[in-house]
């Protein structure tokens, strides 16, 4: 049997890469323009393009720049298959000469060289991030694959940093878009380059497997409603984690759920049974990972009493149970009760594990409602989930980065428009980034202390000094 | 060599979905949830959830549903590897049976049945789109990628529609958002879907292979602005297209740019030399396909003259130029212009090809600037194309679909929830449309025409009556 080692899912990444960007993947235009470059005899010509965004995202002051390995990858494969060059062919101008199409299938992209700032690299508006050179008509038909490849990737990275910035260095943050993402990749990649951007965890398993992220989660509210009685829980019985003979779980259970309630002042009454079966067979089925979701349906009345009384279950036969799941409603004051809850089991019944469950928040969170949970200090939210606003990056949800022509023969080109913000800055630049002595950037762009300069070289002789350089990188966490 | 015919294609495109949405595609709870019932013997009990969404979109009355033939190959082909059994074993926790991933290892959707709304189907808040039943372990684990594949598809399947009642039924539109989606796969599942809410054409030539979407396109300003001299212009001439010995095309066109420039009043000396040697090279390359885009300088003062130069040579030579694109500045005032310059060519120089010569419009279009570009009676733009806002689906990034158990062992089930709106209906449902008997819907929902009642059947009893019916399917175009 295959076994999952790195170098297998380092294969498995790359394929899946190479199948999700095939070269084709990009605007016809493209193919238009290449044949008109090799019509003229220009394709060859050395050529620069630069890929830059033209605005910092989210109303913000920085981006972050990611998707450079898939743009690399995507480069050291490109090569097009005769399927694709028929298709071209029944697509193009009926004019359109057949030796481009036998030029097609040599191309490669041997002759195109990358300058790059490095992936996951604080990056800024108008600065180049890929500077691609080669021969006019590759690099050219590079453009829309590139763009593709960065412009998401950096967007989602970004917009994970600003909830990693919200959320402050302590709390955990998890990832769990990949329902609401643009369809599968754009789940993988929203899991992918989250985790660069600053969270610890994701739901997504095949992003757990592909890229080694820390996989997590437990259940969903329809393995709590799927339960309706106590007669669905099988087996019955739960083994003490120090060993010895299996205990009668639901008798046990009940009896703790009897003293909580006369704890709280509840009514067992009130309590779902359903809800009570779910937790008592996840718990004998993972009693080390106990974290139900207790808002299935009513979290004051029925859900915070039964993981207590599962929980309090588990701590007898010495299980360490990990904590809530809270889903609904208002989180930082249910976290507040659910909190006063543990304590007071704690001092009850004397169950210093309690000290240490969690409670994770999972409910349509946005960087400002992160960045209101974090400055209250009144919620005891340790673990966050966010899938909808981190993965379609609901405040802007293109970066719009471009890909733009800068040198032809080593002459500077240019484009005006009509509109003066889409005119571009000619020729290939040197990027300088001042610090100030003691580390922190002179001027206040990125948190308070950033500042960033493109400089226009426009000597052709000056290509050596294109180096892009950036003396500063955020770290994942 | 492999021709490239339908059935190839087809191929090509099931192959590219499965590679896309693997079954590990999915939330790591689903596999936790699945062990829990695999352990307490529930995993064959017969189940139901059904998929849906809780609001209409963009604030709107209605939503298309696509995604579905996804859908139904992702089930037809589940399965998981002995690479991805291998990996769940890695992360699922250390105490889990090892007869559950013999059990993994034989799973496939043999046992489950999908009743679904048709794909493209007009569909609205609340209303079952996917009815799925059969085991449930089974119907569990398909909850993610399910959602992954309908809620994008729908979303901007909707978001074209929306664009297409804005644009009215007479104008062309195009979809060339790949550079701005959320990956690779967001770019060709927009371009797939968008074509079915109304699109007519897209950029996209992956798109164009796999699903047999007309593709399109030209130039882009780096074609334009890689040109510096006519000294570059090569083969400098073009053979008639009635026949003939070839033609000094770069002196046609000059003499064509004095008389032009006469009739216009405008000076040759603003006209930008580059500009024009781009034009007039793609027009040797392609003369029967010549559509620039005029404003990588400025419209008025250098790409409308080149164009009009360019095409009245074309023109002489007997081919029939296509139009223009205009990419920044106000289009409708722009377009208002061209026109009037394309008819006073014609008025003066007798060329009836300039009365069918087409403009395209490209700059950030919105649903809101399409739809006020459309109450304009002053402007000429024949062909909109849609990039960022199409397929970000910018005015809301989300449908937020969701799926919610509804039965098990033919017992209906229900959420409650500490927010009311995410309270489930229980139960199996029948849909019903009402008609009014001229046709229309009675009660305004969709376009003032529409109304949908979603009625519960709890009867457990009444299985066969849970097909879904819709009366009216809106049209592609």
């Not at 609904?328 to 909190?339: A, I, M, N, T």
Request: hydrophobic share 40%; glycine share 8%.
């Amino acid at each position: 049997m295959a076994t999952c080692d790195g170098s297998e899912a380092r294969a498995a990444l790359e394929r899946s890469v190479l199948r999700r960007v095939p070269p084709l993947l990009t605007d016809l235009y493209q193919f238009t323009m290449a044949y008109a470059y090799w019509r003229a005899g220009r394709h060859n010509e050395p050529a620069v393009f630069e890929l830059f965004f033209r605005d910092n995202p989210f109303g913000g002051g920085f981006s972050l720049f990611a998707g450079l390995s898939d743009c690399l990858l995507f480069l050291q494969n490109f090569a097009f298959s005769d399927d694709d060059v028929e298709y071209l062919r029944s697509v193009l101008p009926a004019g359109t000469d057949a030796a481009f199409f036998s030029y097609l299938k040599e191309l490669d992209c041997s002759a195109v060289s990358v300058s790059a700032v490095p992936e996951g690299s604080v990056v800024f508006a108008r600065v180049p991030l890929l500077e691609v050179c080669g021969p006019l008509a590759v690099v050219q038909l590079l453009e829309t694959s590139l763009l593709c490849l960065v412009n998401y990737a950096s967007l989602v990275c970004s917009n994970a940093a600003r909830f990693r910035l919200a959320a402050g260095p302590r709390r955990r943050l998890m990832e769990m878009g990949l329902r609401r993402a643009q369809g599968p990749d754009g789940g993988l990649t929203a899991s992918r380059y989250t985790y660069i951007g600053g969270f610890d965890l994701t739901s997504n398993a095949l992003a757990g497997r592909l890229f080694g992220i820390p996989v997590a989660g437990t259940m969903a509210h329809s393995y709590v409603t799927s339960f309706s009685s106590l007669e669905e829980v099988w087996p019955q019985t739960l083994v003490p984690c120090g060993g010895g003979g299996p205990i009668d779980f639901i008798c046990l259970v009940k009896g703790w759920l009897g003293r909580v309630c006369q704890l709280l002042g509840s009514k067992t009454s009130l309590v779902r049974e359903g809800e009570l079966a779910a937790f008592l067979s996840y718990a004998i089925a993972y009693p080390q990972n106990f974290l139900p979701v207790i808002d299935s349906y009513s979290v004051s009345c029925s859900g915070l009493l039964c993981f207590c009384a599962v929980a309090l279950a588990l701590c007898e036969l010495q299980y360490q149970p990990l904590g809530v799941r809270l889903d609904s409603g208002d989180l930082c004051r249910q976290s507040l009760e659910v909190r006063r809850v543990f304590k007071e089991c704690n001092k009850q019944f004397s169950v210093p594990q309690f000290e240490s469950l969690i409670i994770v928040g999972t409910n349509s969170i946005s960087e400002q409602s992160l960045a209101e949970l974090n400055k209250k200090v009144s919620n005891e939210i340790d673990v966050v989930g966010v899938g909808t606003h981190l993965v379609t990056c609901t405040r802007q949800p293109s970066l719009g980065c471009v890909y733009k022509l800068i040198e032809v023969r080593g002459r500077p080109r240019m484009k005006m428009s009509e509109d003066p913000e889409k005119s571009t800055l000619p020729g290939r630049k040197s990027v300088y980034r001042l610090l100030d002595t003691d580390g922190p950037y002179l001027l206040p762009t990125f948190q308070s202390k950033c500042i960033n300069i493109c400089v226009c070289i426009c000597d052709p002789g000056a290509q050596n000094q294109s180096e892009l350089r950036f003396m500063h990188h955020l770290k994942a966490e």
